[in-house]
């Protein structure tokens, strides 16, 4: 299964509710290049979205179709945290370079590179606050990410 976005719904990243996690007071180290990789959604289209979505989150399917890793810890706490959690990330998302789509609730969901948001995850995938559901957008994996600082992944299965 292949998500697509309506590139009619693309919204300028200042206008997304979340849009400030990339601005250069938040982020000082994203260049214009890598923000204009984040494409922001409208609600509309982010409410659509969200139905295909909502679909992976049925374990049951998941378990038919995909495998699942452990819990890992998600932790911001320091670079050393930050780097270890990216790092399992990459090797698990290997086989795959597609686009992702990041989903925060209902309404707001934005598409960017699974680079960009390696990179910047931590602007992604704030502590307390946020539990994400990221595809991919081929559906090959989805990772879903707890507000405690947990992640796992779910990888198609061959």
């Known amino acids: 299964m292949n998500i697509e976005i309506d590139i009619r719904?693309?919204?300028?990243?200042?206008?997304?509710?979340?849009?400030?996690?990339f601005d250069k007071t938040h982020n000082p180290d994203i260049s214009e290049s890598e923000k204009e990789l984040i494409l922001a959604l409208s609600e509309d289209e982010s409410k659509r979205l969200n139905k295909i979505i909502a679909f992976f989150e049925n374990e049951n399917y998941l378990d038919d179709k995909y495998s699942e890793t452990d819990w890992m810890s998600a932790?911001?706490?320091?670079?050393?945290?930050?780097?270890?959690?990216?790092?399992?990330?990459?090797?698990?998302?290997?086989?795959?370079?597609?686009?992702?789509?990041?989903?925060?609730?209902?309404?707001?969901?934005?598409?960017?590179?699974?680079?960009?948001?390696?990179?910047?995850?931590t602007d992604f995938l704030y502590a307390s606050s946020d539990n994400v559901i990221i595809i991919s957008e081929k559906t090959n994996w989805i990772l879903f990410y707890r507000h405690f600082e947990v992640a796992n992944v779910w990888t198609f299965k061959e």
């Open 75 to 121: 932790s911001s706490e320091n670079q050393e945290k930050v780097e270890k959690f990216r790092n399992q990330l990459e090797v698990i998302l290997r086989p795959w370079n597609e686009d992702i789509l990041v989903s925060w609730q209902r309404k707001t969901v934005l598409k960017t590179t699974k680079e960009i948001f390696l990179k910047y995850w």
């Open 9 to 21: 719904e693309i919204i300028p990243l200042e206008n997304f509710e979340l849009g400030w996690r």
